[in-house]
């Protein structure tokens, strides 16, 4: 199992910056995959940003060139860097960990943390 721990959501202006960081509870070299997503109010939950424990990163192409997938191995933890915000990034954003056991996926989520873009 893990145990994800997100911080760093916030109120910012458009044009500003934010990182959000998700602390996990094991070493994110047995993570299969780790990764962002966000979900707006009436909208379904969607793809940010993800990382395999191979080091491949993959972004929506909303936020291609705006954000930052990163991670620290020694402190177990997953960044998002978040530049040149806009409103339409304003959600709640949860980390996310993938790990495979066989033929399964078993997903594991933070509890969120809230980006407020204003316009």
């Known amino acids: 199992q893990v145990q994800l721990v997100e911080s760093g959501g916030g109120l910012v202006q458009a044009g500003g910056s934010l990182r959000l960081s998700c602390a996990a509870s094991r070493s994110i070299f047995s993570i299969n995959v780790m990764g962002w997503y966000r979900q707006a109010p009436g909208k379904q939950r969607e793809l940010v940003a993800t990382?395999?424990?191979?080091?491949?990163?993959n972004y929506a192409d909303s936020v291609k060139g705006r954000f930052t997938i990163s991670r620290d191995n020694a402190k177990n933890t997953v960044y998002l860097h978040m530049n040149s915000l806009k409103p339409e990034d304003t959600a709640l954003y949860y980390c996310?960990?993938?790990?495979?056991?066989?033929?399964?996926?078993?997903?594991?989520w933070g509890q969120g943390t809230q980006v407020t873009v204003s316009s």
């Open positions: 990382f395999t424990n191979g080091g491949r990163t």
């Open positions: 996310n960990a993938k790990l495979f056991m066989g033929s399964f996926t078993n997903d594991y």
